[in-house]
């Protein structure tokens, strides 16, 4: 239950943060989801049946600023979280570069999977800002995934099984 309840508290901190305080951190009108880099790093550390959730409960608060489309953040980051713990799956998670990478292609997959959406949605939008965008992710994503990798191995986050 606590690891819910941080899980939730997190999110939405995240999501906080990354409408309030990241677009003073643009670059040229591009700024970083630090939701989005949170969820695929966890779902790389705990596999895709967790980041799964996570991903559904962030693309729904994503949504809420989402005007274009209802769902398709959620859809998005589901399918995103699955891919990133398929990932995790198969390395060794100490190490950085692979999740790094990782994130980088699983964020420009997401754009070019929301842009394709909002295409056949008939809803037409901008597709140059999502490869600067998956670039700046991938920088920040150097600086957090070791945190996020850490907090997921305190004890309140494993699940124990008791025989």
Do not use: H
């Not at 995240?14 to 939701?35: E, G, H, Q, R, W």
């Amino acid at each position: 239950m606590k690891k819910i309840l941080v899980l939730v508290l997190l999110s939405i901190l995240l999501f906080i943060l990354d409408n309030v305080l990241m677009p003073f951190f643009a670059v040229k009108t591009f700024y970083p989801s630090l939701l989005l880099i949170f969820i695929i790093c966890y779902s790389i550390v705990n596999g895709k049946w967790e980041g799964l959730w996570l991903g559904i409960f962030a693309g729904i608060l994503q949504d809420i600023y989402f005007s274009q489309g209802i769902g398709i953040n959620s859809f998005t980051n589901m399918i995103v979280c699955i891919m990133a713990g398929a990932i995790g799956n198969s390395i060794f998670k100490e190490k950085r570069i692979i999740p790094i990478i990782s994130c980088f292609s699983l964020i420009l997959f997401k754009g070019i999977l929301i842009w394709s959406i909002l295409y056949l949605s008939k809803v037409y939008v901008n597709m140059s800002n999502v490869f600067f965008s998956a670039i700046y992710d991938m920088i920040l994503c150097v600086f957090i995934y070791k945190p996020v990798y850490n907090f997921c191995r305190k004890d309140y986050m494993q699940v124990k099984w008791k025989f």
